[in-house]
């Protein structure tokens, strides 16, 4: 069965649009849910929000600062959730975090308060495919998409089962590493990028490395969008206001849309 995330990117994605999906650290700063619906107002077709967690395995500096200033502020899962119970943005929310956090909390608890404070989607790319086995059930049976991540060294048969049990969206990964600003990404994304479109009518979404709307519109361009982090996030941890957020993540979508 289709859930709302799915449908709304396929919605955009069929109307000959490129997915535009912007991340925020939740609880980063008092103004976070300011710079999130800021980011709707340029343009998103579904947000990334990060539950930030001590350890972020797949993040690299820039995420990993915003987690540890958000962790010193006191930000936890249940701050996070409860916030965004109280916001109503227009586009599907995904929460990203790792599977220690959802561990503690109890799968189906987490997943219940999660898709309670209207969450669609749920990133965990500690669990692999092979390990869905205590989330997915309880993500399920709450109504969660969980988004799986393709690596670009995936071989055909473990990308088709990837895309069989992705929901949403399937998250093409454009380089190996962790996450990060790059100056070029080089052959692997759009590569990765066709053999995933070739395997699923899920809409495809390339990310880790974008870092400008030049950069966004090459990714997107054999795929059906791109998730941008560490970009905006660099900005607001250098003091970038929400609304200059918002302001370069316009720019991201204006480049898409020029493509």
């Not at 980063?28 to 001590?54: H, K, N, Q, T, Y």
């Not at 959730?81 to 956090?101: C, D, I, K, Q, W």
């Not at 998409?145 to 995936?154: F, G, N, Q, Y």
Request: aromatic content about 4%; proline content about 5%.
């Amino acid at each position: 069965m289709t859930g709302p995330l799915e449908a709304h990117l396929r919605s955009r994605r069929d109307a000959g649009r490129k997915l535009l999906v912007p991340y925020v650290t939740g609880g980063l700063r008092d103004d976070w849910l300011d710079v999130l619906r800021a980011l709707v107002a340029a343009g998103a077709d579904a947000v990334e929000v990060g539950i930030p967690f001590s350890d972020p395995v797949m993040d690299g500096p820039t995420i990993q600062e915003a987690s540890q200033r958000a962790l010193d502020r006191g930000t936890t899962p249940a701050t996070i959730l409860s916030e965004l119970r109280h916001v109503e943005v227009g586009v599907p929310l995904v929460a990203m975090t790792y599977f220690n956090l959802v561990f503690r909390a109890g799968t189906e608890r987490f997943a219940k308060e999660a898709a309670a404070a209207g969450v669609s989607g749920v990133i965990v790319p500690d669990v692999p495919l092979e390990e869905l086995g205590e989330w997915a059930p309880a993500a399920d049976a709450a109504g969660l998409e969980t988004v799986l991540l393709a690596s670009p060294i995936s071989p055909d048969e473990r990308l088709a089962r990837l895309c069989a049990r992705s929901r949403g969206f399937v998250y093409g990964v454009n380089l190996m590493g962790v996450t990060g600003e790059r100056a070029a990404l080089g052959e692997r994304s759009a590569r990765l990028a066709r053999r995933l479109k070739a395997a699923t009518d899920l809409p495809v979404v390339m990310g880790f490395g974008v870092s400008s709307g030049d950069q966004a519109r090459a990714v997107a361009e054999p795929a059906d969008g791109v998730v941008v982090a560490s970009a905006i996030m660099r900005r607001v941890l250098d003091g970038a206001s929400a609304d200059e957020a918002g302001e370069f993540t316009a720019g991201l979508r204006a480049a898409l849309d020029a493509g």
